[in-house]
């Protein structure tokens, strides 16, 4: 199926260190979200951008929407160990009805303390 | 209040059995999505409810999968015959009209012996 090109695939940082990630698609989109998953759980919510060019927060994350709509990056801003997961960032054509998300592969965060 | 909860989490069967996943939505949203996530993929998308009416379905869901939502409340999921290569991680994710942002459950991790 159809998904988006996230990079990198995998980080390895030391704690204290900022971290950016990035997704691109061929598409268009309404919406981008990011998503956090710990092993054996469904993916968690971090930020949603609803308008290209948004950049919005949430405590040390700060994602935007690419003018294009096109594209999206995450930064993590200080990490601490806790932030250690995998990250996708989901496309979504959103309208009057409803509409799937396409996922990226994940970027793979490893930090040491 | 709750979020989305799956059950059951882990589920162990053998090749030809049949299963079923169910997903208790977000109590206020009339959206409920089904994917599944393979190892080191994204979640992909299988198939949409808007209250009770299936509105999409994947190429990925065959003519075995089956999904219901027969009050517009929760919803389940049925593989027939199950082979080893629907050994996945089955996620369910309910939003609301307006913004469509989907919340994901901690999944169903189905293994196929």
């Known amino acids: 199926g159809q998904q988006l090109n996230q990079s990198p695939q995998s980080m390895f940082i030391q704690e204290g260190e900022d971290v950016s990630m990035n997704c691109t698609s061929s598409?268009?989109?309404?919406?981008w979200l990011w998503y956090k998953q710990d092993p054996g759980e469904g993916p968690v919510l971090l930020i949603a951008l609803y308008k290209a060019g948004e950049l919005t927060s949430n405590g040390r994350l700060t994602a935007q929407f690419g003018i294009t709509r096109k594209d999206s990056f995450l930064n993590i801003s200080a990490s601490i160990p806790s932030d250690v997961g995998i990250y996708f960032c989901?496309?979504?054509?959103?309208?009057?009805?409803?509409?799937?998300?396409?996922f990226g592969k994940g970027t793979t965060l490893s930090v040491s303390s | 209040d709750t979020g989305v909860s799956q059950n059951p989490r882990h589920k162990i069967t053998k090749r030809g059995q049949n299963v079923t996943f169910r997903c208790d939505p977000i109590?206020?949203?009339?959206?409920l999505y089904w994917y599944r996530q393979t190892l080191g993929q994204g979640p992909e998308f299988l198939t949409y409810f808007q209250n009770e009416a299936q509105l999409e379905k994947s190429r990925l869901l065959s003519d075995r999968f089956s999904a219901e939502r027969p009050k517009g409340s929760f919803s389940t999921l049925e593989i027939q015959r199950t082979e080893q290569g629907d050994s996945a991680m089955y996620l369910c994710?309910?939003?609301?009209?307006?913004?469509?942002?989907?919340?994901f459950g901690p999944g169903t991790r189905l293994t196929v012996l």
């Open positions: 598409s268009i989109f309404n919406t």
């Open positions: 994710a309910s939003s609301q009209t307006g913004t469509d942002t989907q919340y």
């Open positions: 109590s206020e949203h009339n959206r």
């Open positions: 989901a496309g979504q054509l959103s309208g009057q009805a409803g509409t799937a998300l396409i």
